[in-house]
């Protein structure tokens, strides 16, 4: 068996430091509460997120609205385009008829004008006069549009005059009895057409009764 420490002794010393500091740890206290985590309520972030999708969804249908509206814009612009390119052309095609000099001298000649026959000429350097104007008369007027040419004698067709004589009283009353006789022959065939048709009709009718009277009798006996 061991010996007890004797008292005073550093390992007893020791040893009662260790039983108090045991002692001491093994003491109950009471632990303050943890503090509650608090949660961000899910209401506002479930709203944030819908509000989110529904401008996402509102703006991709304005968006494509805009982009069909451009769309239709820009195909009517063409065909406006198209249609003011056409009538350039049509305009221009016109103002070059009108700048023809052909027509032009044509419509000179219409309104009793005549070309020039002797210009004078005017100096601006000292105001002198050159050359010698003379009045243009319509004598000195030409034929602008060329004369058309002969037609050649081949080419040339006869007008030939056949004279048919009327017909005579005689002619007259037999093709009346001719045309009297086709419409009497059209009238024949058509009513024995309607009697034979009628004859037809009441026959069937006759034998579709005697037909049905015998069944019934028949059936009665």
């Given at each position: ?82 249609t ?16 023809d ?90 009513a ?30």
């Open positions: 068996m061991s010996s007890p420490l004797p008292q005073g002794s550093p390992g007893r010393v020791r040893v009662q430091r260790i039983a108090e500091a045991a002692v001491e740890r093994a003491r109950l206290r009471v632990v303050p509460r943890a503090p509650r985590v608090t949660r961000a309520p899910r209401v506002p972030f479930v709203t944030l997120v819908s509000l989110v999708l529904l401008a996402g969804v509102v703006g991709l249908l304005m968006f494509n609205t805009t982009m069909q509206q451009n769309a239709f814009a820009a195909t009517s612009l063409e065909q406006r385009a198209a003011l390119t056409s009538r350039e052309q049509t305009l221009r095609m016109d103002l070059e008829v009108l700048r000099p052909q027509r032009v001298a044509e419509r000179a000649q219409r309104l009793g004008m005549v070309p020039a026959a002797t210009p004078a000429f005017l100096r601006i350097a000292d105001g002198k006069v050159l050359g010698v104007p003379t009045v243009s008369t319509a004598r000195e007027r030409f034929d602008i549009l060329p004369t058309a040419p002969a037609k050649p004698a081949v080419l040339r067709t006869r007008t030939r005059v056949v004279e048919v004589p009327a017909p005579s009283v005689r002619e007259r009353r037999r093709g009346e009895g001719r045309a009297g006789d086709r419409a009497e022959n059209r009238a024949g065939n058509r024995e057409n309607r009697a034979e048709n009628r004859a037809g009709n009441r026959a069937g009718n006759r034998a579709g009764n005697r037909a049905g009277n015998r069944a019934d009798s028949r059936s009665d006996g």
